[in-house]
């Protein structure tokens, strides 16, 4: 079992957390005393790297690895070797990551600003740059983008969904492929290359349907669409 199987849902451990049967579903896990001792204590049901299965635990354990890599805390690390590097402040963002019960209403899950969601997004789009300075490799980048992975009826990289979305436009049906990073409850930022865009969304729909892909498919795309090459609304939109 490789990293790259971890970070892309590919464990082959029995964990899914869109079956609330499984044993590694995300709500088991959390009552656990150590989350990334859980994961592993987990029975295998497919060969590692074969079978998509969305699994936070194997995101956790990750995490742990690169603790015991670093000899650093999480989100000590990344704040070193990403968040500073981008001018984001330690002051700015929020993280618990012990990985026991004690954070079962935390989830493990980051809290930043739409600000700083969207350098991540403006830090994919320029392969591993910002402002001209290298602070992740191209291939790094590459990698994590590729499909490496299906899950749910998507494409999935390393931690990134590829999502496309069905809009009407005054001319038709238009097919808009989208990069997506997604949190619970609506957090998510899109990557649109046909459009040149990246769009930060917030909210606080969790453990729900969230509405920021019908938004997606219905509003923004739409709009964005039908505009045209001087950024006015008309029927000659790109």
């Not at 931690?159 to 990073?181: C, E, K, N, P, S």
């Amino acid at each position: 079992m490789t990293l790259t199987d971890l970070l892309s849902n590919q464990s082959g451990l029995e964990c899914n957390d869109h079956d609330s049967a499984s044993p590694g579903n995300e709500n088991q896990l959390y009552e656990a005393a150590d989350w990334a001792k859980a994961f592993v204590d987990l029975p295998m049901v497919a060969d590692p790297g074969t079978a998509g299965r969305y699994c936070s635990g194997g995101f956790f354990t990750a995490g742990r690895i690169i603790e015991r890599s670093t000899g650093k805390r999480l989100p000590e690390f990344a704040q070193e070797a990403l968040f500073g590097r981008l001018g984001i402040r330690r002051a700015d963002w929020r993280w618990d990551f012990t990985l026991n019960r004690s954070q079962r209403n935390e989830f493990g899950q980051i809290y930043l600003r739409p600000r700083d969601m969207l350098k991540l997004g403006m830090l994919i789009q320029q392969r591993g740059k910002w402002k001209g300075r290298r602070v992740v490799s191209e291939s790094w980048i590459d990698a994590a983008v590729a499909r490496q992975s299906r899950v749910d009826d998507s494409g999935y990289g390393l931690g990134i969904w590829h999502r496309w979305y069905t809009v009407q436009t005054q001319a038709g049906q238009r097919r808009v492929d989208t990069i997506m990073l997604s949190g619970n409850g609506g957090q998510k930022v899109f990557l649109v290359p046909s459009l040149d865009l990246i769009a930060v969304f917030t909210g606080g729909a969790f453990n729900l349907e969230s509405p920021t892909n019908e938004m997606m498919a219905r509003v923004l795309l739409p709009a964005l669409l039908e505009m045209g090459p001087d950024g006015q609304s008309g029927p000659n939109g790109r």
